[in-house]
């Protein structure tokens, strides 16, 4: 198969190559320890209290290394998106002190910074020059199963006792030839990237989490979708593009991206893109019916999952951040009895304290926290 002749069939239209980005996007100049953080929700319009937790976290981070921290808007997914979700987003976060050094700005405001643009739905140009030099190098292919032809796949897989996905023997357009592709694309046929993995699930890849530790996963065989059929980046593929270009240190994120990091750490390496760090934080939870039964905070079950909750109910700004700091670390407290007038910023906040298992929200705790907020308050 000729790479480069399947390059410029898919992506004829790209001029730019990753060098070129690499140049328009050098490596930042900070000191050795600074931090480079980011959040990088999706605009859905609304405000999770656990989102929150992550953004202060990655705030901390960045300011006390005097890093950066910056905004970048997850936009890839319309049918989620809804108008104004940017702005909701920056207030509501504004409100509680979380403001970015960079990013994205609310609609119609200039972004800052000179690593975007910071929405995502307007960085496909780049995204398609590292898909376009994956195909070139001979590590990702078009894909024109349709939905009923994915549900055979599925079906058979089932049939087999086989494990679920798009992936080796399974993966029908991994071995088309260049004669196929090009008939299928004359016949206009829609058609996804996928990754050609080179993973094998007997060998182990290694994790190092900054709050968990050392976790062994298998390495990841799936042929999983960079490009979608409209030429929009997957998150998987997104993160990589992104986090390499925008120059971030430490990916903090929900730890419900623990089990795609064997498919992340490939494909850093399929782009020859130096990795970042991770931290994967453990969600908020609640208990719901009886000791044990804890669960996610649930945006459609739970009101105190929102953000805007709290001011509702007459939580100061300043409890909720108290309480979300004494989740994060387990001796913020001790810290903060050590040193009641201090700013919260003095405390040093460690990503290897944060709790490996889901923290429950206690509204007790809260309240408790808040009523020592209150008490410093003056009368007015
Ligand atoms: N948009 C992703 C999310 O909201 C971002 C995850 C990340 O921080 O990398 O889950």
């Not at 990088?40 to 209290?49: E, K, L, Q, R, V």
């Not at 005097?66 to 976060?93: C, M, N, P, Q, W």
């Not at 087999?160 to 008939?183: H, P, Q, T």
């Not at 001796?331 to 990503?351: G, I, V």
């Amino acid at each position: 198969m000729d790479n480069n002749y399947l390059a410029e069939l898919l992506f004829g239209d790209i001029r730019t190559t990753p060098e070129d980005m690499f140049a328009k996007y050098p490596a930042r100049t900070l000191p050795d320890k600074a931090a480079v953080t980011r959040f990088a929700p999706s605009p859905t319009g609304f405000m999770h209290i656990g989102g929150l937790y992550a953004a202060l976290i990655s705030m901390c981070m960045a300011r006390q290394s005097d890093g950066v921290f910056y905004l970048r808007l997850e936009d890839t997914d319309k049918k989620r998106e809804i108008e104004h979700g940017a702005d909701e987003i920056i207030t509501s976060l504004a409100q509680y002190g979380v403001c970015f050094d960079e990013g994205a700005a609310a609609d119609g405001e200039p972004e800052k910074g000179s690593y975007g643009p910071y929405r995502q739905s307007m960085r496909k140009e780049i995204y398609q020059t590292f898909a376009k030099d994956l195909v070139k190098r001979g590590l990702a292919y078009p894909c024109f199963c349709s939905a009923k032809e994915l549900d055979e796949i599925r079906k058979a897989q089932e049939a087999e006792k086989a494990d679920m996905g798009y992936y080796g023997s399974y993966a029908k357009c991994r071995n088309l030839s260049i004669e196929e592709i090009e008939a299928n694309i004359k016949a206009g046929k829609e058609y996804v990237l996928r990754l050609r993995s080179d993973g094998n699930a007997e060998n182990k890849i290694t994790c190092r989490d900054l709050i968990r530790g050392n976790i062994e996963m298998p390495e990841n065989i799936m042929d999983v979708v960079l490009l979608k059929s409209d030429g929009i980046p997957t998150y998987h593929f997104a993160h990589v593009v992104d986090d390499f270009l925008m120059g971030t240190t430490h990916v903090i994120r929900g730890d419900e991206w623990i089990s795609s990091y064997p498919l992340h750490e490939q494909l850093f390496r399929a782009s020859g893109l130096k990795m970042p760090k991770y931290a994967h934080i453990a969600p908020i939870m609640k208990l719901d019916g009886g000791e044990n039964k804890k669960r996610k905070l649930s945006k459609r079950k739970d009101p105190e999952a929102s953000v805007s909750f709290y001011s509702k109910a007459g939580f100061p700004v300043q409890s909720v951040l108290e309480y979300l700091m004494t989740i994060a670390n387990s001796n913020y407290e001790e810290w903060r009895m050590k040193n009641p007038d201090a700013d919260m910023s003095q405390f040093k906040f460690k990503l290897e304290k944060m709790p490996v298992s889901g923290a429950l929200f206690d509204m007790d705790k809260l309240a408790s926290v808040s009523r020592d907020v209150i008490s410093k308050m003056s009368e007015e």
